[in-house]
């Protein structure tokens, strides 16, 4: 869970051309709330998200991620928590570095002290090829060319990719992730995260052992104690509080309309298969519309609309539109959110 408590955010303090961006917003999202944005030039948009990775600091306010308050966190310390993809494809991928290395290099992050970070095992490629044939654009044949040659588009698909893949963390991150991120006494938590892990383990020892003392043969045994591994690993799992929140500002706003619609696309299972909690500004109304559970519309810094569940669901671009002039009268709005693209 994310929470915006009265967030202030004023550019250019003191002066003459003083503004304020964000203007004591409250916003809370819920795991796996996937949220579009809208908004006219200057609404605050990209300030919000700029905010919540942690790019410059707000002045006032609290950010608080499970409860805990990230506000004074370094953005390189909240980039393990956060994937970004911004409009401009030049940004988000290392140009120089192959395919692979890319997603080498974003698939370690979370890893402390990995010297090599862009570093990969023959058993990751195969990983990264399957992801990226989910892809749909012909990527998992490019592993070995500089990321400098793809499409626009093709480097947004990878950019979504490199924000939200990630090798799992290891169980002792997850038990140190899971104290820091505990609402409430956390030296309570860490006794029971030590005992859950305990008893965990302890189950799965006992079950090893029956099945290496059962008359079963080696491959059969073999097998049995690697799903016996998977359980393990999954309840351990469920302790993880630190999947990405993925961040996107206009990802799409820069690729021809096709393309845009199939990065989008792409983005959309990506969020539904991982239940990721998702922050979306689109310039596009309709597209607003079509995806996510939740959309807000932003005026001004802060949050003037925000609406959710069955009540999105039978939104149209016309009430878009309607709402849209009442509550930002001022703002602009670029044609294309009107007209699509
Ligand atoms: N780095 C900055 N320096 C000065 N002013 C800024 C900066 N970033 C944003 N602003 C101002 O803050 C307001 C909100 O900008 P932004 O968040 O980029 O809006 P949006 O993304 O909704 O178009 C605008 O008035 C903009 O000019
Ligand atoms: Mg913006």
Redesign the pocket.
């Known amino acids: 869970m994310i929470e915006l408590r009265n967030i202030v955010k004023r ?2 303090n003191g002066t003459a051309s003083e ?1 304020v ?1 964000i203007d004591h917003l409250n916003l809370t999202l819920q795991e796996g709330d996937f949220i579009t944005v809208i ?10 998200i700029n905010i919540i990775a942690g790019s410059f600091p707000a002045d006032e306010g609290m950010i608080l991620l499970n409860n805990n308050d990230v506000s004074k966190m370094h953005e390189y310390q909240r980039a393990q928590y956060f994937g970004r993809v911004f409009q401009d494809p030049m940004v988000g991928t290392a140009t120089d570095m192959t395919v692979i290395e890319n997603l080498a290099l974003a698939y370690g992050r979370g890893k402390t002290r990995s010297l090599f970070r862009w570093s990969y095992r023959p058993s990751d490629v195969e990983f990264f090829v399957n992801e990226l044939k989910t892809l749909g654009l012909g990527l998992e044949d490019r592993l070995y060319q500089k990321v400098g040659l793809l499409s626009g588009g093709q480097r947004q698909a990878l950019t979504l990719l490199m924000a939200t893949i990630r090798s799992e963390p290891s169980y002792n991150k997850v038990k140190r992730d899971y104290v820091r991120f505990f609402d409430g006494d956390k030296k309570l938590a860490k006794q029971e995260i030590d005992a859950a892990f305990k008893q965990a383990f302890d189950e799965f020892k006992a079950s090893k052992k029956e099945v290496l003392e059962s008359g079963l043969n080696k491959e059969e045994k073999k097998a049995k104690i690697k799903e016996l591994k998977n359980v393990l690993d999954k309840k351990l799992r469920q302790y993880d509080v630190t999947k990405p929140v993925l961040l996107l ?1 206009e990802h799409t706003a820069a690729l021809d309309p096709k393309t845009a619609e199939k990065v989008l696309e792409t983005t959309d299972r990506i969020v539904k298969e991982n239940n990721l909690t998702t922050i979306m ?1 689109t310039h596009n109304m309709k597209d607003a519309i079509k995806y996510g559970n939740r959309l807000i519309m ?1 005026s001004k ?1 802060k949050v003037v609309a925000d609406i959710a569940g069955e009540e999105k669901k039978k939104l149209t671009i016309e009430t878009l539109l309607d709402m849209f002039v009442t509550n930002s009268k001022n703002d602009m709005l670029a044609d294309s959110a009107i007209f699509g693209d």
């Open positions: 550019f250019n503004t961006a908004g006219g030039n200057g609404a605050g948009k990209s300030t919000l500002d500004i932003m810094g």
